[in-house]
């Protein structure tokens, strides 16, 4: 059984279908990759998939702990606390006058809000939250340190240099305790060195934490070093899946990349 | 039958001031993306620069009405352009780029301000002029109820139908009309394609607020009475009304225009006049709640 | 830098500068031309049109050298455009110009003009200072809010023992005191959560007229009813929220505007119940925990001199009020503070930073606000019922849109958010012009140039610093 199963997903915007009739699955502890050119639909099964946006066809079903989530079904904030998939974005989405440690205790707000008595124990200061809001500092602080920013944590997130702001929303993301955690260009604007540390969390959240990873991806060195199969989108198509090997040496991808820089040289 | 007649008059010539005023917030909306809650004031504004061009000009129009009714018209949409391009310039243009709430925060103080300067220089009083177009046509009478057209019911409705015509043509067929629509689209890439940007919001401006000092040289004419206080509630049921028709769309503007008038036509008819503001705003609650792209306007899907 | 090509500079730039002053006259002239020019006066039963050329001259000209000053003040002119700034003030002050709006104008700008250049001036200066030698401007101000809201309850407390404290300051305080309570209400849902809301004035409204009502009908005193109007209106809160709150943010304003008027509307209508356009008058007035404060009680019931065994004096009942709003507002101020270390508290703003980041992390939105616009709703109308009590009369003309734009424009002038910036803000926007009486024709217009001014200045307000309400180091973290 996979963890999330992709089934007939269709999404049109006025006369533009963006992803036409796209199916693939994603499992637990591997690394799925999504890759095509600019425009192909990446980003918008991430958001069919987180909610954002309501598909015209599809199946979008999430298995984990032995429940089944409707994903299509769902409101996009129950899709973060109740099938728990976690995602970034391809325009960096922080809150930027807040700080970085804040970024993440909001990440945390339902576990919180819960211990807080929503807000009643809070306001009395009761120990049970007083607990559960320790425990959430030591969830940033394990995740700050994670991705190098323990010693950032009291500065407005807005300050961080543009890598770091990456870093954070992932961190954020993994503070919601996902599933499945979907990351849209990740690696968009960092230099080779970070590019590399990113490699390597990535490879950590797989290895010690076991959730699914949806990766979309331009960077084909990163794409085919960690990635454990591949869902080629072009036009909003799927043209090729496999495992990076094979994917690497599928003419019909090939083709639609030599295509767009056919058309990037006219 | 015939109350019914006379109310569908009246509400007709309403929802042409309505709309004229609507075109202004869809235009400014359609291509900045704001409310620009001052435009009622400008057209207040329009108001009064017409009643004091008339007033100069002499309670006939030193003989010739009908030159003198049209020279008011032109400085009157002139001079209010010069407010909507001021407005522009300094209220929102140093905000451009900046958060729709910073954007709206001081359109409401441009608006506050604008009234009270209103006040303080023309007087808090309500200011009247005689009726300078009088009689009509009596269409129908039964049991001593006459429904009449006045003249000036006419001029409003066919002085609107001219703009709307000429400007719709203007949108669709020139330069300027695709330069709005190009940044209404992606302002940078308009930049990109040498679209001078600044310059066609600022001319947007122009244009919507002279089509309020059309509306606002209407209503002087038309009710005999004005004050400085009333761009507000104007403003709130033309801004009802471009949200009813879709804001963004011009026909929507006229339409939503319409139907305001006549459902405030009819309540007030029909009904009680007390409620009758409380009408347009259960319909903006409405709208916005069930149908936020109102009649004519296209469903968005807010990018993420 | 060489003089000589400081003299360029300058010959440069004084054509352009000029060029500048001269469009910007020439659009004030056709601006002011038709509203201020010409004047509506009746004669008889008729309105004519009289010139007003005087005005119109010194108001052309004034911009002209506004505009000249600011293009100087650009070119590096500092000293001259200070000097002639506080000139311009002097004359304003000295000669009586034909109205006293223009005077107000002259001085307000040549103050305004002289203070910019005076800060540029200083800013030059400083830049010409090694860095070292600097003091942190940024910490400054931060030391300084540390400090100024402590002295600032201090004096609060002590106001009333202090020798000017007559009846008129304390009216003025009392005054001042509510409307920094309606700020930092309105401040959760705007400066916190940042919604919009242009009809809080419709809480205010319910919060006095469920006071009113309760007590007329049901004859319950302040002190019960005052819990049960926070009830009311955040009840209404929650049941206007509920249906509008998922409304884009500039959408949502014009929303809260129309129910704000409607609320105005239907108690201006619904005679029966709300007294229309009269009002409601005889609300009970406060009393000290029972003790009423006058001078002659009803048989069977002690007042409030009788029982500390003091002379009558009807300023007792004004200090009481004062004392009651001081601690409504502490109150508010209280527990804004707390709820911003509590989950709810981050929401909101983090709503107000990204709402799409905040619904990809699970938080509900709607219920987030509205929680933000009930507990906004719920100090609204513990205020109203204050100005209830306060004032023992009520009618729909103390709740119109006006005194929405009143309150926001503290929020946002104080800097949306900063609780301090709030207090700073109603001093000057309330406190002020009642000292300065002449000034109060002028406030509405002030307000409003102030709040576009302002907002293009600091589109976030003038205090919105904000510091971290959760921290991992004690310590500051290093720059
Ligand atoms: N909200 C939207 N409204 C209209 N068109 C959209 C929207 N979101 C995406 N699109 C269009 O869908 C297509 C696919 O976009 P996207 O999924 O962002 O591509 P990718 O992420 O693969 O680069 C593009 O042509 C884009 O313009
Ligand atoms: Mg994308």
């Known amino acids: 059984m996979s963890l999330l199963t992709v089934e007939h997903l269709t999404m049109r915007f006025g006369g533009l279908v963006a992803v036409d009739d796209v199916g693939f699955s994603a499992e637990e502890g591997r690394i799925t990759a999504l890759i095509g050119p600019n425009g192909a639909g990446k980003t918008t099964v991430f958001n069919c998939l987180t909610g954002f946006y309501k598909p015209d066809t599809g199946r979008l079903a999430l298995r984990a702990d032995g429940r089944e989530h409707m994903l299509e079904r769902l409101d996009d904030f129950r899709v973060a606390s109740e099938a728990k998939v976690a995602r970034t974005f391809q325009n960096i989405r922080i809150f930027p006058q807040m700080s970085v440690l804040e970024n993440l205790m909001v990440a945390q707000h339902n576990r919180l809000m819960r211990a807080s008595g929503y807000t009643l124990l809070g306001l009395v200061g009761a120990g049970r939250f007083r607990a559960a809001e320790r425990a959430a500092v030591e969830r940033a602080v394990y995740w700050l340190d994670r991705v190098g920013l323990t010693d950032r944590a009291d500065i407005d997130a807005g300050t961080l240099p543009y890598g770091g702001q990456r870093r954070l929303e992932i961190a954020r993301a993994m503070c919601t305790e996902p599933v499945l955690l979907c990351l849209d260009e990740p690696a968009a604007g960092l230099n080779p060195r970070e590019s590399g540390e990113l490699n390597d969390l990535l490879t950590f959240i797989k290895a010690v934490h076991r959730i699914g990873i949806l990766l979309i991806e331009h960077d084909m060195n990163v794409v085919m070093e960690i990635s454990d199969r591949i869902v080629v989108l072009d036009h909003g198509r799927k043209i090729s899946e496999g495992p990076p090997d094979f994917v690497r040496n599928d003419p019909a991808v090939i083709r639609a990349y030599l295509g767009e820089e056919e058309h990037e040289g006219g | ?304 | 830098m060489a003089a000589g090509t400081l003299a360029e500079r300058g010959r440069a730039f004084l054509p352009m500068a000029l060029k500048e002053a001269g469009i910007a006259a020439g659009i004030a002239l056709l601006l002011a031309l038709p509203l201020v020019g010409a004047k509506t006066v009746s004669e008889g039963s008729a309105f004519v049109v009289t010139p007003r050329i005087v005005e119109l001259a010194i108001g052309v000209v004034l911009v002209f050298a506004g505009r000249l000053a600011i293009a100087s003040l650009r070119g590096g002119h500092h000293i001259p455009v200070v000097a002639a700034a506080l000139a311009l003030a002097a004359l304003g002050w000295l000669f009586a110009l034909p109205s006293a709006f223009l005077g107000v104008v002259t001085i307000a700008g040549g103050l305004a003009v002289a203070c910019i250049g005076a800060i540029g001036l200083l800013r030059a200066r400083r830049d010409r200072i090694p860095a070292a030698a600097r003091i942190d401007s940024a910490r400054l101000p931060r030391q300084a809010l540390a400090w100024l809201g402590p002295a600032l309850i201090a004096l609060a407390i002590l106001l009333p023992f202090l020798p000017f404290a007559d009846r008129r300051v304390m009216d003025i305080a009392i005054l001042v005191l509510t409307y920094v309570m309606l700020g930092w209400g309105l401040n959760i849902v705007v400066g916190l959560a940042g919604l919009l809301d242009l009809g809080y004035v419709a809480f205010y409204a319910v919060g006095a007229y469920s006071y009113a009502l309760i007590a007329r009908d049901f004859g319950l005193d302040f002190w019960s009813c005052l819990p049960l109007a926070g009830v009311f209106a955040a009840f209404f809160g929650i049941i206007l929220g509920f249906p509008v709150l998922r409304l884009r943010g500039d959408y949502l304003a014009i929303v809260t505007l129309g129910f704000g008027e409607m609320i105005r509307i239907i108690l201006l209508n619904w005679y029966n119940f709300t007294g229309g356009p009269d009002g409601i008058s005889g609300v009970p007035r406060p009393t000290f925990f029972g003790l009423p404060f006058k001078r002659a009680p009803p048989e069977g019931v002690e007042s409030f001199h009788q029982f500390f065994g003091i002379d009558y004096a009807s300023i007792h009942r004004t200090y009481f009020l004062y004392f009651l709003v001081l601690a409504l507002a502490l109150i508010t101020n209280a527990f804004t503070l707390r709820i911003r270390r509590l989950p709810i508290g981050r929401a909101w703003e983090a709503l107000r930073e990204d709402e799409i980041a905040c619904r990809s992390l699970g938080i509900n939105p709607t219920n987030t606000k509205l929680t933000a616009f009930a507990i906004g709703a719920m100090f609204g109308g513990f205020a109203g019922s204050f100005f209830a009590t306060r004032q023992g009369f009520i009618s729909p003309e103390s709740f119109t849109f006006i005194e929405s734009a009143i309150i926001l424009a503290i929020v946002v002038l104080g800097g949306m958010g900063s609780q301090i910036g709030v207090v700073l803000a109603a001093l000057v926007l309330i406190g002020l012009p009642e000292f300065f009486r002449e000034l109060q024709e002028y406030r509405m217009l002030a307000f409003g140039a102030c709040m576009v001014l302002i907002t293009v200045w600091r589109p976030r307000g003038l205090l919105a610093t904000r510091d971290p309400m959760i921290r991992l180091s004690r310590r500051r973290a290093p720059p």
């Open chain 2, 1 to 304: 039958m015939e109350y019914f007649l006379q109310q569908l008059i009246n509400g007709v010539t309403l929802g042409a001031v309505y709309g004229l005023i609507a075109i202004g917030y869809t235009l400014v909306y359609g291509i900045i993306g704001m409310i620009n809650f001052a435009h009622g004031e400008i057209y207040m504004i329009g108001a009064f620069i017409a009643m004091i061009a008339f007033l100069i000009l002499g309670p006939d129009g030193g003989g010739y009405l009908i030159l003198a009714l049209f020279t008011v018209l032109i400085v009157s949409m002139m001079l209010t352009a010069v407010y909507g391009w001021t407005l522009e310039r300094l209220a929102y243009r140093p905000l451009r780029g900046s958060t729709r709430l910073a954007a709206l925060i001081s359109a409401i103080g441009m608006s506050i301000a604008l009234q009270n300067y209103v006040q303080l220089t023309q007087g808090a009083r309500t200011k009247a002029i005689q009726p300078v177009i009088q009689g009509g046509i009596e269409l129908a009478e039964r049991d001593g109820f006459a429904v009449s057209l006045s003249y000036i019911q006419i001029v409003i409705v066919v002085l609107t139908l001219a703009l709307m015509a000429s400007f719709s043509l203007v949108i669709g067929k020139t330069a300027l009309g695709r330069a709005q629509r190009a940044c209404e689209q992606d302002r940078e890439m308009a930049a990109l394609v040498g679209i001078d940007v600044d310059r066609t919001i600022s001319i947007t401006f122009v244009i919507g607020a002279s089509l309020a000092a059309v509306a606002g040289t209407m209503a002087v004419f038309y009710y005999g009475v004005i004050d400085f206080f009333i761009g507000f509630l104007a403003g709130i049921k033309a801004f009802t009304a471009a949200v009813l028709g879709g804001i963004g769309s011009i026909p929507g503007a006229m339409l939503g225009g319409l139907l305001i008038g006549l459902i405030e036509a009819f309540w007030s008819g029909y009904f009680t006049t007390e409620y009758k503001d409380v009408a347009a705003f259960s319909i903006l609650v409405l709208v916005l709640i069930f149908r936020p792209t109102g009649l004519l306007g296209r469903p968005e899907i807010e990018k993420v």
